[in-house]
């Protein structure tokens, strides 16, 4: 039987609310019109408005402190493709389920990796600083043919990049939880390789979750395995770093150059770097606002799959992506 809340308080807590809360008008018109679906909005946790504590359903980004008050909560869609950060929180009572779509920042985050590259490169930067300053000035760049990118984990992010990068004709190499095919990587190798990958590689990127295997992978001594020609790029999670390792290699010359669009601090932003910090300084470094994933696609794409699963709660139906781990489907 279908579960029965009338109304069905539904919490959306995300910088673009509205639009989750517009596709939800557009699946289910009658049911928002007559108040059976009462959506609740907020820009971040710390505005969460008046009921939000009878929320039965939650789609967001960041975490919510206030989720183990929440004594009608059914399930919480997190609007991201890991789920690191709620594993770490622990505050989803037991038996709530949490959704996410993995994969479902592949794409933009595969594009945004691509155009770092591409910056690093062709010295993109460079060349905008001199156009503020009307310098006609020549710089010679590289070229991504032919080149060596390593992609230290081959998950949905890491496959996406090899993709892209293949249309570049680069040679491709990563790592793996196990040796198998993968399409347009040219060799895997096993995690535990890690460095075979960096040594060989003229790009090195980060695309794997945080996990106590994972956390500062890349510390002094792999910084110092990269070639000196080689470059640096994270989009995963700014704990994978040693910051003051990445620092020292940019400003010693160990490696070209980097591009981080991840940082330790989690407040106010789910990642954020202070105005103040010392990486601000460091040599031949891209520094980018955590929005490798951010496009005008992010909220119809992560909110097909929170729109699919209210119409699956109403009708008892199982809910879709249920990261495993975090409560049970929803027998019908």
């Not at 959704?99 to 933009?108: E, F, K, Q, T, V």
């Not at 954020?272 to 980018?288: C, S, V």
């Amino acid at each position: 039987m279908a579960p029965f809340f009338d109304p069905l308080n539904v919490l959306i807590v995300q910088e673009k609310a509205e639009e989750y809360a517009d596709l939800i008008r557009e699946r289910f018109p009658e049911q928002v019109k007559s108040g059976k679906i009462r959506i609740m909005l907020a820009r971040d946790e710390k505005s969460l408005p008046e009921g939000a504590l009878d929320s039965h359903i939650i789609g967001t980004w960041p975490l919510i402190k206030e989720v183990p008050q929440m004594k009608h909560l059914q399930w919480v869609m997190t609007f991201s493709s890991g789920v690191d950060h709620w594993e770490k929180s622990r505050l989803l009572p037991a038996g709530v389920p949490l959704i996410h779509l993995p994969g479902g920042s592949a794409i933009p985050v595969s594009e945004f990796v691509l155009g770092l590259m591409l910056s690093l490169t062709k010295k993109y930067n460079q060349m905008w600083d001199n156009q503020k300053e009307a310098r006609y000035i020549r710089i010679e760049g590289e070229e991504l043919y032919g080149k060596t990118l390593g992609i230290i984990g081959l998950g949905g992010i890491g496959r996406a990049v090899a993709r892209r990068a293949k249309g570049f004709d680069m040679h491709i190499i990563g790592t793996d939880v196990r040796i198998t095919d993968v399409p347009f990587v040219d060799e895997v190798f096993l995690n535990e390789k890690v460095d075979d990958v960096i040594r060989q590689s003229d790009f090195v990127l980060l695309s794997v979750p945080e996990t106590r295997e994972t956390l500062g992978i890349m510390n002094e001594s792999r910084f110092k395995l990269m070639k000196p020609t080689a470059y640096f790029i994270n989009c995963a999670r700014g704990s994978l770093v040693i910051k003051e390792a990445l620092i020292k290699a940019l400003d010693e010359g160990w490696i070209a150059g980097a591009a981080m669009d991840t940082f330790w601090i989690k407040n106010p932003l789910p990642s954020y770097l202070p105005p103040d910090d010392e990486l601000w300084q460091a040599k031949n470094l891209i520094i980018t606002p955590h929005i490798s994933s951010w496009t005008n696609m992010y909220a119809k794409r992560f909110g097909a799959i929170f729109v699919e699963n209210i119409g699956r709660f109403m009708r008892g139906e199982p809910l879709l992506n249920i990261a495993p781990g975090f409560g049970v489907p929803m027998a019908s």
